[in-house]
Nanobody, 122 residues
Framework: QVQLVESGGGLVQPGGSLRLSCAAS????????VGWFRQAPGKEREFVAA????????DSADSVKGRFTISRDNAKNTAYLQMNSLKPEDTAVYYC???????????????WGQGTQVTVSS
């Protein structure tokens, strides 16, 4: 079992950057793939990016390709989401999740953090 805690959210102007962190408890973090998802008010939770257990494989949604980068440091039990060139439509609660295999589907992830708010506004 793993517990996840996100941090790094906040208010940023359009075009700005934020780096989200997902800190995991336990010594088995490297055995889980990690995904980032987001949910805006009134909308379904959607896939943002995912990374394999070793970090050798990544995937991201078309809407964030070229702007967001997912990474992980297994020695620090932490995954990251670097978000650049932020747009108002990126405003949402961002969640990290852990699962056995990296996937775009929320159902593939057994463990979820509590979320961190990202607001992009001038």
């Amino acid at each position: 079992q793993v517990q996840l805690v996100e941090s790094g959210g906040g208010l940023v102007q359009p075009g700005g950057s934020l780096r989200l962190s997902c800190a995991a408890s336990g010594r088995t973090f490297s055995t889980y793939a990690v995904g980032w998802f987001r949910q805006a008010p009134g909308k379904e939770r959607e896939f943002v990016a995912a990374i394999s257990r070793s970090g050798g494989g990544t995937d991201s949604a078309d809407s964030v390709k070229g702007r967001f980068t997912i990474s992980r440091d297994n020695a620090k039990n932490t995954a990251y989401l670097q978000m650049n060139s932020l747009k108002p439509e990126d405003t949402a609660v961002y969640y990290c999740a852990a699962g056995r295999f990296y996937s775009v589907r929320t159902a593939e992830y057994a463990y979820w953090g509590q979320g961190t708010q990202v607001t992009v506004s001038s």
